[in-house]
C-alpha cells in the first residue's frame, strides 16, 4: 500500500532518474499532463525529458499518421500527446527501455530488476559466468544484490544438505555455468533498501523522528589554534627547592667539556 501511495503522489518535478523507473509508458503522458500549467516544469523541461530518456526511448512522430502510430504500437511503444513549449503539442511514441544484457544495467536501474530477471540478464553474457564480467558491471550488480559463487562438479553440485539447497532454502536464485565437468553456480539476491541516517540538532530543536540518531558537532570555530596557544614561562614563585637545579642546568655546558675545550686552546 505504501508504494501505490508513493507513486500517485510522484510528479514530473520529484522524479528521478531512479524512480522513473518505477513508472511505466501511461504514467508518462499523466505526469507531462500534471504539469502543463506548472511554470518551473516549462522552464526546465529539458532536465524533466532527459530523465524520462534515461528509462525511455521516445520517438516523435506525425500525429496525423494513422500508420506511423500502427508502427510503433506493434513494436510495444505508447503513442499519446503532450504539450511542449509555448503550448505546443507533440505526438510521443514512449516505450520503456529493456533490460537484457549486463550492459543495461545501471546504479538507476539495478534495484528496479528482481534476482530472477538479474540472473536472466547473466546468462545472456556469453555463457561465461560471474569472471567474464567486467569490475564495473560486478560493482553496479553489488550495489543491489548479494551474490556469491562456487564451483563444483556436477554430481557435487546439488548434495543434499549442500551449499546449493541451502542458499535455494534462504531465497536466493541461481544460475548454473556449464564448465566441462564443473559447474559453476551464481547465487544472486536482492539486497533490503538500506535507511538513510538522519542528523539531530538539539540547538534548534528535535526532530521526533531521529530520537535514537543523535549527531554531535564538535565546536571547532572557536577552538583556539595550536599558534595561538601561550605557553607561560615558571615565574620566581613557581621557583622551588626541588625544580631550582633542573631550572639552572637548562641551556648550560657540561663543565668537563668546558674544560676540555679550554685545554685544547691553551695547547694551540
Same mark, same amino acid.
Given at each position: 500500500?505504501?508504494?501505490?501511495? @508513493?507513486?500517485?503522489?510522484?510528479?514530473?518535478?520529484?522524479?528521478?532518474?531512479?524512480?522513473?523507473?518505477?513508472?511505466?509508458?501511461?504514467?508518462?503522458?499523466?505526469?507531462?499532463?500534471?504539469?502543463?500549467? /506548472?511554470?518551473?516544469?516549462?522552464?526546465?523541461?529539458?532536465?524533466?525529458?532527459?530523465?524520462?530518456?534515461?528509462?525511455?526511448?521516445? @520517438? @516523435?512522430?506525425?500525429?496525423?499518421?494513422?500508420?506511423?502510430?500502427?508502427?510503433?504500437?506493434?513494436?510495444?511503444?505508447?503513442?499519446?500527446?503532450?504539450?511542449?513549449?509555448?503550448?505546443?503539442?507533440?505526438?510521443?511514441?514512449?516505450?520503456?527501455?529493456?533490460?537484457?544484457?549486463?550492459?543495461?544495467?545501471?546504479?538507476?536501474?539495478?534495484?528496479?530488476?528482481?534476482?530472477?530477471?538479474?540472473?536472466?540478464?547473466? /546468462?545472456?553474457?556469453?555463457?561465461?559466468?560471474?569472471?567474464?564480467?567486467?569490475?564495473?558491471?560486478?560493482?553496479?550488480?553489488?550495489?543491489?544484490?548479494?551474490?556469491?559463487?562456487?564451483?563444483?562438479?556436477?554430481?557435487?553440485?546439488?548434495?543434499?544438505?549442500?551449499?546449493?539447497?541451502?542458499?535455494?532454502?534462504?531465497?536466493?536464485?541461481?544460475?548454473?555455468?556449464?564448465?566441462?565437468?564443473?559447474?559453476?553456480?551464481?547465487?544472486?539476491?536482492?539486497?533490503?533498501?538500506? &535507511?538513510?541516517?538522519?542528523?539531530?540538532?538539539?540547538?534548534?530543536?528535535?526532530?521526533?523522528?531521529?530520537?535514537?540518531?543523535?549527531?554531535?558537532?564538535?565546536?571547532?570555530?572557536?577552538?583556539?589554534? &595550536?599558534?595561538?596557544?601561550?605557553? @607561560?614561562?615558571?615565574?620566581?614563585?613557581?621557583?622551588?627547592?626541588?625544580?631550582?637545579?633542573?631550572?639552572?642546568?637548562?641551556?648550560?655546558?657540561?663543565?668537563?667539556?668546558?674544560?676540555?675545550?679550554?685545554?685544547?686552546?691553551?695547547?694551540?
Amino acid at each position: 500500500m505504501e508504494q501505490n501511495t @508513493e507513486k500517485k503522489a510522484l510528479t514530473l518535478k520529484t522524479l528521478t532518474k531512479s524512480s522513473v523507473w518505477d513508472i511505466q509508458e501511461n504514467d508518462i503522458f499523466r505526469l507531462c499532463e500534471g504539469a502543463e500549467k /506548472d511554470a518551473e516544469v516549462k522552464d526546465n523541461l529539458r532536465h524533466y525529458t532527459d530523465i524520462i530518456r534515461s528509462a525511455f526511448m521516445i @520517438e @516523435e512522430i506525425d500525429g496525423d499518421s494513422k500508420l506511423m502510430k500502427q508502427k510503433y504500437e506493434k513494436q510495444g511503444y505508447q503513442v499519446g500527446t503532450v504539450k511542449l513549449d509555448e503550448g505546443q503539442k507533440v505526438t510521443w511514441a514512449v516505450k520503456k527501455r529493456p533490460i537484457t544484457r549486463v550492459t543495461d544495467l545501471t546504479y538507476e536501474n539495478v534495484r528496479h530488476i528482481t534476482a530472477a530477471k538479474l540472473v536472466e540478464v547473466i /546468462d545472456r553474457n556469453f555463457g561465461g559466468g560471474w569472471d567474464s564480467l567486467s569490475q564495473s558491471i560486478k560493482d553496479i550488480i553489488e550495489s543491489g544484490f548479494d551474490i556469491s559463487t562456487t564451483t563444483l562438479p556436477k554430481d557435487r553440485l546439488h548434495k543434499k544438505g549442500g551449499l546449493y539447497e541451502k542458499k535455494v532454502a534462504d531465497g536466493y536464485d541461481v544460475l548454473e555455468v556449464p564448465k566441462g565437468t564443473w559447474v559453476e553456480a551464481i547465487f544472486a539476491k536482492a539486497k533490503p533498501e538500506a &535507511e538513510k541516517p538522519r542528523m539531530k540538532f538539539n540547538s534548534y530543536g528535535d526532530d521526533e523522528e531521529n530520537e535514537d540518531e543523535e549527531v554531535e558537532i564538535e565546536d571547532n570555530y572557536n577552538k583556539p589554534d &595550536e599558534d595561538d596557544i601561550e605557553i @607561560e614561562e615558571p615565574g620566581d614563585d613557581d621557583i622551588t627547592e626541588d625544580n631550582y637545579s633542573t631550572m639552572m642546568d637548562l641551556g648550560s655546558a657540561d663543565p668537563d667539556e668546558e674544560a676540555e675545550g679550554l685545554t685544547d686552546y691553551v695547547d694551540e
